[in-house]
């Protein structure tokens, strides 16, 4: 018999790359974290201050019609077998970020393990639409490109500053700088397709119907990969 031989050593480095189905992206203070905790039951820290999420936060929206004590019993809360989608709140990203500006690189990582990006748009930024623009030239100059070609969502936030006499009930100095119908023109210029919604996270106006139709969406282009690889 053989004696023992002495083991291999190898020194490994390992990269955490979380996995969601949508992953929530935008400028700081866009209202990320916000709309994570209105459409699911995280926590995420919340303040009306940039900057606030400084590491990435899951959460899993559960259609309001499923039976989430029977699904969570069986193990199937998200992923396949679940009418659970899995978000990630990607904390705010900045100009240079594909660059590794502002931790760029720590934050675009986790989008490349999501099946759609939902690019959520500050109605009451200086200049939205510039805002879009960065964020999805970032997208495109990070690594080797493909999270341009991803699936993407775009939401505009925060519209309940555009109704009239709320607003005791915003928040401070939370004034629109271009109409409704304007931002929507130059937005639709500036995207390359038609998935376009407004919602309210804070009011939670609009956001079940956006969820609905996520999940049809994230459904089918799930269902298209997997034709592809078969």
């Keep these: 018999r053989a004696p023992p031989s002495s083991g291999e050593r190898k020194k490994l480095k390992l990269v955490l790359k979380l996995v969601a189905d949508i992953a929530l992206v935008g400028v700081p203070n866009a209202g990320k974290s916000t709309f994570l905790a209105s459409v699911t039951r995280a926590k995420p820290k919340i303040a009306n201050y940039p ?58 990582r986790h989008v490349e393990r999501c099946h759609v990006i939902l690019h959520l748009v500050d109605a009451t930024s200086v200049d939205a639409v510039a805002d879009f623009a960065m964020l999805n030239r970032e997208l495109a100059q990070y690594g080797t490109g493909q999270l341009a070609n991803m699936p993407q969502v775009v939401v505009v936030n925060k519209v309940d500053a555009y109704e009239e006499g709320k607003e005791e009930n915003s928040e401070e100095g939370l004034k629109m700088k271009i109409s409704r119908e304007e931002l929507k023109r130059q937005l639709e210029e500036e995207m390359q397709h038609s998935r376009l919604m407004w919602v309210s996270a804070k009011e939670k106006e609009g956001v079940n119907e956006l969820m609905g139709r996520m999940a049809k969406y994230v459904g089918s282009v799930q269902q298209t990969k997997a034709d592809k690889e078969k």
């Design 51 to 108: 900057f606030t999420t400084v590491i990435p936060n899951l959460g899993v929206w559960v259609p309001p019609e499923s039976n989430y004590g029977g699904d969570a019993s069986r193990g199937l809360t998200a992923g396949a077998g679940s009418s659970g989608i899995v978000l990630c709140d990607v904390p705010g990203l900045v100009a240079g970020a594909a660059k590794g500006v502002g931790l760029g690189h720590a934050f675009l």
